[in-house]
């Protein structure tokens, strides 16, 4: 059973379109979370749902919106798509929104998004 | 700001030896833990251990321990007996703070046979 799913795996689109990822957790935790990987490797958090609210909330453009229907999904609406977008967005999740040694931090697979 | 600072891009290291990877942090907050992670070339995010700010012994799961100097605000881990399976990106980052979370740029390790 996957624990973190995310889906799609890969997106390529246009600039100017508007796309969302989707992000589920069966493992039943309370917090999730949005980091984008750029070309470079380096990972930056986005954003971090804890019971559905929103308690992390970088400089990330305001094209980027997250929605945590429920607390086993956050998903990522990205608007108006840039070239600089293009990235690996991974989803992960944990117990609480403090990870320590027994409540560490699940990834998913990641989604590679690539803009034209 | 905080800080979390790997100095080292990448690193050769031959199988069945011990490899250092350096990671340094920069916080003013007492409470706060620190993690490391392996991403391998099909990308997934793998957690591999933790150490929190108070935890007095340095933390070891398996093959990994963590080399932790509170006073120097640093976070080494160690991967004895290298495998092949070893080859990676690792990533050593921190929470601190209100549900604060820094990445540090990674370092590449190439286990040679």
């Known amino acids: 059973d996957t624990a973190v799913s995310q889906t799609p795996k890969y997106l390529v689109t246009q600039m100017g379109n508007d796309k969302s990822i989707k992000c589920e957790q069966n493992?039943?935790?309370?917090?999730m979370y949005w980091y984008k990987q750029d070309s470079k490797k380096f990972l930056k958090i986005m954003f971090s749902?804890?019971?559905?609210?929103?308690?992390i909330n970088e400089t990330v453009p305001n094209r980027f919106s997250p929605k945590s229907p429920d607390k086993a999904h956050l998903n990522l609406h990205i608007n108006s798509l840039e070239l600089g977008d293009s990235a690996v967005y991974f989803c992960?999740?944990?117990?609480?929104?403090?990870?320590?040694?027994?409540?560490?931090?699940?990834f998913g697979p990641g989604t590679r998004l690539t803009v034209l | 700001a905080q800080k979390i600072t790997q100095t080292q891009p990448g690193m050769f290291v031959q199988e069945k030896e011990a490899v250092t990877l350096d990671c340094t942090y920069d916080t003013s907050d007492q409470s706060y833990g620190l993690f490391w992670y392996k991403q391998p070339s099909s990308g997934e995010m793998i957690f591999l251990i933790y150490?929190?700010?108070?935890?007095?012994q340095n933390a070891t799961e398996g093959r990994y321990s963590l080399n932790f100097q509170k006073a120097r605000k640093s976070a080494n881990l160690v991967i004895s007996a290298s495998q092949l399976g070893d080859s990676a990106m690792y990533f050593c980052a921190m929470w601190w703070g209100d549900y604060k979370l820094s990445f540090g740029a990674g370092t590449t390790v190439t286990v040679r046979a």
């Open positions: 150490q929190g700010s108070y935890d007095e």
């Open positions: 992960a999740s944990s117990l609480t929104p403090a990870p320590t040694r027994s409540i560490e931090q699940f």
């Open positions: 749902y804890n019971n559905k609210e929103l308690i």
């Open positions: 493992l039943g935790h309370d917090t």
